[in-house]
């Protein structure tokens, strides 16, 4: 029962370094969403997408480039690393319940990334 | 544009004392989700309840109840029978009709003493 994995759970990079942060969903969920989040604050939206071959900005999309291929997999990649992202990054997948208002969100386990 | 505004920085309550954490949200959207998530010193993000816009009655998961006024926009947890395992950090969040991903608030940090 893996629900939403990321990978890794945790990474050094170096200032103009580039990496891609891995996440995998298995439950079929059409949305998935990046959130970063900072010390003593909420989560922050960097991009989220609504299905396979569709993504938007969210928040704070600078820096950052997402792309769905597939539904289980939203990778999210870091173009060129800067101290100011040093942040843990949450993926979340998430689905509304047909016939409801019920709609839920799961998240990933996170990544703890700092930028040296 | 949504805004979700948590107040209280930092909660302390008695073991097995209710506690309420407020959380007020602005949004033009008729119809949207509020969510609570509970994120232990572990970092996890565990979800623990969810209140539809429409919905009649107040939502309920076991200790935790949502006291939703509309009117008010508020959309305060309730926790019942506070334990020591209850102390983490509380987001308020919220989805609106766009059904794109949540807006959250700055959290309250709860303590619960002995």
């Known amino acids: 029962n893996a629900g939403v994995t990321q990978t890794p759970k945790f990474q050094v990079l170096k200032t103009g370094q580039s990496m891609t942060l891995q996440c995998a969903q298995d439950?079929?969920?059409?949305?998935m969403s990046w959130y970063r989040q900072d010390p003593g604050m909420g989560l922050r939206l960097i991009h989220y997408?609504?299905?396979?071959?569709?993504?938007d900005q969210g928040e704070v999309p600078n820096g950052y480039n997402v792309s769905r291929s597939t539904t289980e997999d939203f990778p999210l990649r870091l173009l060129s690393a800067a101290p100011s992202q040093t942040s843990v990054y949450f993926c979340?997948?998430?689905?509304?319940?047909?016939?409801?208002?019920?709609?839920?969100?799961?998240f990933g386990p996170g990544t703890r990334l700092t930028v040296t | 544009a949504q805004k979700i505004t948590q107040t209280q920085p930092g909660m302390f309550v008695q073991e097995k004392e209710a506690v309420t954490l407020d959380c007020t949200y602005d949004?033009?959207?008729?119809?949207?989700?509020l969510f609570w998530y509970k994120q232990p010193s572990s970092g996890e993000m565990i979800f623990l309840i969810y209140?539809?816009?429409?919905?009649?009655q107040n939502a309920t998961e076991g200790r935790y109840s949502l006291n939703f006024q509309k009117a008010r926009k508020s959309a305060n947890l309730v926790i019942s029978a506070s334990q020591l395992g209850d102390s983490a950090m509380y987001f308020c969040?919220?989805?609106?009709?766009?059904?794109?991903?949540?807006?959250f608030g700055s959290g309250t940090r709860l303590q619960v003493q002995p």
């Open positions: 979340a997948s998430s689905y509304f319940r047909t016939g409801t208002s019920s709609y839920e969100q799961y």
């Open positions: 439950m079929n969920h059409e949305y």
């Open positions: 997408s609504v299905g396979a071959g569709i993504t």
């Open positions: 949004t033009s959207d008729p119809s949207y989700g």
């Open positions: 209140q539809g816009s429409y919905d009649q």
């Open positions: 969040a919220m989805r609106g009709a766009g059904r794109r991903a949540l807006t």
